[in-house]
């Protein structure tokens, strides 16, 4: 990706924070960056084409950051793959994030390329949560469970949290923490061999502020 393909990309990141996906314009896109609107269009024709490569870039930086874990034990990286799911109240700016992204999401039955991105996106969870499962399994670490079924499980209950925050949560609640703990004390834990402990969430919350 060329380096204004890169401003682009944040900029679009920036403007979504700031208008949403139902208002979000070219120039709003534009503002955000260095970059006139007639570069923008220079680049992509269109508003969607810009959404697109946004989720696109979204998705492959998701992967990349993942694909760095891989030689972490299966444990520290299913608790972070969790981790990745909790986000505070007072984070507003993850949350006016995706916020955007689930009015995205209600593109998708209208649009094609969107829809195509957020299945990958949905795909690239899944994987890597089954991933690990299987690593862990292999490794003597986790029981002999289903890793596609307990990887489709754990992302749609971790993605329903974290919807239901965005669109009921209230200032003190942070609901995303809550299904996180349960998700590890009702679906990880017991699937750990006897003697296995899992990394403190609170730490890996910590790593994962310090990282961003």
């Known amino acids: 990706m060329s380096e204004d393909?890169?401003?682009?990309?944040?900029?679009?990141?920036?403007?979504?924070?700031?208008?949403?996906?139902?208002?979000?314009?070219?120039?709003?896109?534009?503002?955000?960056?260095?970059?006139?609107k007639s570069l923008l269009h220079y680049h992509y024709d269109t508003k969607e084409d810009l959404l697109v490569a946004f989720l696109d870039d979204l998705i492959s930086d998701y992967q990349e950051r993942m694909a760095c874990r891989e030689g972490q034990p299966p444990t520290e990286r299913l608790v972070e793959f969790l981790a990745r799911?909790?986000?505070?109240?007072?984070d507003t700016g993850r949350e006016q994030f995706h916020l955007a992204l689930l009015e995205?999401?209600?593109?998708?039955?209208?649009?094609?390329?969107?829809?195509?991105?957020?299945?990958r996106s949905d795909q690239t969870l899944?994987?890597?949560a089954a991933?690990?499962?299987?690593?862990?399994?292999?490794?003597?670490?986790?029981e002999a469970v289903d890793p596609e079924r307990t990887a489709a499980l754990?992302?749609?209950?971790?993605?329903?949290?974290?919807?239901?925050?965005?669109?009921?949560?209230?200032?003190?609640?942070?609901?995303t923490r809550t299904v996180v703990e349960q998700a590890l004390s009702q679906i990880?834990?017991?699937?750990l061999v006897e003697g296995v402990d899992l990394p403190d969430l609170d730490a890996v919350l910590a790593e994962l502020d310090r990282e961003e």
Do not use: C, W
Not at 20 to 26: F, I, N, Q, V
Not at 85 to 90: A, L, S
């Open 85 to 90: 799911f909790v986000f505070t109240p007072d």
């Open 131 to 142: 991933e690990i499962i299987s690593e862990g399994i292999e490794q003597g670490v986790f």
């Open 188 to 191: 990880v834990e017991p699937m």
């Open 126 to 128: 899944r994987n890597t």
């Open 104 to 119: 995205m999401r209600s593109q998708g039955p209208f649009n094609d390329r969107i829809r195509d991105q957020l299945d």
């Open 154 to 175: 754990l992302v749609a209950t971790l993605d329903g949290a974290r919807t239901r925050q965005i669109t009921l949560g209230d200032a003190n609640e942070t609901y």
């Open 5 to 36: 393909d890169e401003a682009i990309i944040d900029a679009v990141d920036q403007a979504l924070r700031k208008h949403g996906y139902a208002e979000l314009t070219m120039q709003d896109i534009a503002d955000e960056s260095e970059k006139s």
